[in-house]
């Protein structure tokens, strides 16, 4: 089966309209799939397999996704002319014969990739792109840490403070006075709300632990740009233990530095971060964020390269 040294072997230098990716890289074991061009995935799911068969300067190269691949995927190889090119392919298996195979894209050119070994920076969002959340289990957390759920009108009214909290136009002292009236809470309750507030995150770790690769090459470098509050980001650091994806981190509420989706200011923040993280600056900036308001600011900033709107 494809092992990660294989695969970036293949996809580090080449440039191929798919790609195999490893959709667990937080386990031992990778979970393979093909990221087409257009960003959809392919899967191995019951009895199919697709794999990637590609020649390049007369190698042959089979990347598929489950072990009984391979051997089907490796003579259709054989049988094609010696070209450089590469296939993205189906295989089924019916039971215990041989499996059939479906050819889904190709012959398709091969070509080589402008390889950046330095000064790689990924300007990463936080909320959807390494967590989930949802603002309506402040309602269930809360109940579980103080016994009852907040009024529908309560959580309305404490909604309604949170993008100024987390734009910095509201203190966290003063915000939790008024959460505090609104929720009947008292000074001693503090630590409890702060945990209540930030139990709406389930972090992905798959995406953690990809980031955490990508920041493991030899001049890479990441910095999180996030619109968050100061509650979420001492709670969330501690609770996951992400103190070293969240170093240097650029968030809304900082001073000098407007949300993203209102000026590219928190962008050419983390840029400099990533500049100082690199004693140099970087040869490639990329901006990640699932909402395209704030992707739009980014791309506006001449110091970001390019954009990726995140989607799963």
């Known amino acids: 089966m494809a092992n990660a040294r294989d695969v970036d072997a293949l996809h580090h230098p080449w440039r191929l309209p798919f790609e195999l990716v490893d959709r667990t890289p937080q386990e031992d074991t990778p979970t393979w799939a093909v990221v087409l061009e257009d960003g959809n995935l392919l899967e191995a799911l019951g009895p199919f397999a697709p794999a990637i068969v590609a020649r390049v300067q007369g190698a042959g190269h089979v990347l598929a996704t489950r072990p009984w691949a391979e051997q089907a995927a490796a003579r259709f190889l054989a049988a094609q002319p010696e070209q450089d090119c590469a296939w993205l392919i189906r295989l089924a298996r019916p039971g215990a014969g041989s499996p059939e195979l479906l050819i889904l894209h190709g012959p398709e050119p091969v070509q080589p990739r402008t390889i950046r070994n330095r000064g790689i920076a990924l300007l990463m969002d936080f909320g959807?792109?390494?967590?989930?959340?949802?603002?309506?289990?402040?309602?269930?957390?809360?109940?579980a840490v103080f016994g009852h759920k907040p009024s529908s009108e309560t959580l309305?009214?404490?909604e309604a403070l949170r993008p100024a909290f987390e734009a910095g136009d509201i203190a966290e002292n003063t915000f939790f006075e008024h959460c505090a009236n609104h929720l009947g809470l008292f000074d001693a309750n503090r630590k409890m709300f702060d945990a209540a507030w930030a139990n709406i995150l389930r972090l992905h770790n798959d995406m953690a632990a990809l980031l955490r690769h990508a920041r493991n090459q030899p001049g890479w470098t990441s910095v999180i740009v996030s619109n968050i509050d100061p509650i979420m980001v001492r709670e969330t650091v501690?609770?996951?233990e992400l103190a070293d994806i969240f170093d240097q981190g650029v968030y809304s509420y900082h001073k000098k530095v407007r949300p993203k989706h209102e000026d590219g200011s928190m962008w050419k923040l983390a840029t400099k971060r990533c500049h100082e993280k690199l004693d140099g600056d970087p040869q490639l900036v990329i901006a990640t964020d699932d909402m395209p308001a704030n992707l739009l600011?980014?791309?506006?900033e001449d110091c970001v390269d390019d954009t990726i709107r995140f989607h799963n």
């Open 128 to 143: 959807k792109v390494l967590c989930h959340f949802d603002y309506n289990w402040f309602s269930w957390s809360h109940a």
């Open 156 to 158: 309305v009214k404490i």
């Open 238 to 240: 501690a609770r996951f």
């Open 297 to 300: 600011t980014a791309a506006a």
